[in-house]
Each structure stands twice: as structure tokens, then as C-alpha cells.
């Protein structure tokens, strides 16, 4: 049980340490080897796969659909390096796996985080067009 209250005392602290920038583009840069067109496609892919799952999540009513999305979430997200994202699905999936029930409040704060990425994101291509 105290692991547990350390596990997510952990992932609150590392919230407020990351990147100011809703994607860290150093870690996406590293993650395709610094090759600018491949970032392009990864971030179109992850824009769609995040909205994608998130909308799942909004509609889980199971502990399995529920687990499946964040869990999905989370790992895209971090694979990109949209850390917020991935820190909030990883609370989520805390709470869950401890047996608690999954406020509103929190899928609503991962949704305002999934927006801002996505906005993020829609703003990064408009100017690879340009």
C-alpha cells in the first residue's frame, strides 16, 4: 500500500519537472534519429491515434476497455514525448489497478491535455506546409 502512495507521489513530482512544451521534441528528435520528415509523420500519426483512443476511453464501460485505452495512451504518449499525457493516463491507471473507481475530473483533465497536444501538433504541420 505505501509503495503504491509512493508510486503516484512520484508521478506527481514528475509532472512539474518536465518540458514546458506540451510534445518534448528532443525526445521525439532522438526517437527518429533526427530525421524531420519522420517526426512529421509520427506526430500525424500520433495526432490520430490519441484522438482515436481517447474517444474510446470516453466511452469504456468496462474495467478492460478502460485499461486498454490508457494503457494505449500512455504509451503512445510517452513514445512521443507528450509527457503530460502519458503521466495522467499513468495516474489513471494507478487509481484503477488499486480498485478505485475513475473520477470524471481525471478523464477530463486528460482530455484538456490530449487538446492541448493536438493543438500543438496542428500548429507544428501548419508551419512544415508553409
Request: proline letters at 2%.
Amino acid at each position: 500500500m505505501a509503495l503504491k502512495a509512493i508510486a503516484v507521489e512520484k508521478l506527481d513530482t514528475i509532472g512539474q519537472v518536465r518540458a514546458a512544451r506540451p510534445i518534448d521534441l528532443v525526445h521525439l528528435a532522438k526517437q527518429c534519429l533526427g530525421d524531420e520528415n519522420l517526426e512529421v509523420e509520427v506526430l500525424r500519426l500520433f495526432d490520430t491515434t490519441i484522438k482515436t483512443y481517447f474517444g474510446r476511453l470516453e466511452l469504456a464501460a468496462s474495467y478492460d476497455d478502460l485499461a486498454l485505452n490508457l494503457h494505449s495512451i500512455k504509451g503512445a504518449s510517452a513514445g512521443v514525448g507528450a509527457w503530460t499525457i502519458a503521466d495522467l493516463a499513468k495516474a489513471c491507471e494507478v487509481e484503477i489497478q488499486a480498485g478505485r473507481p475513475l473520477a470524471p475530473e481525471r478523464i477530463a483533465d486528460l482530455g484538456m491535455a490530449v487538446e492541448e497536444v493536438r493543438g500543438f501538433i496542428a500548429d507544428m504541420l501548419g508551419k512544415q506546409q508553409d
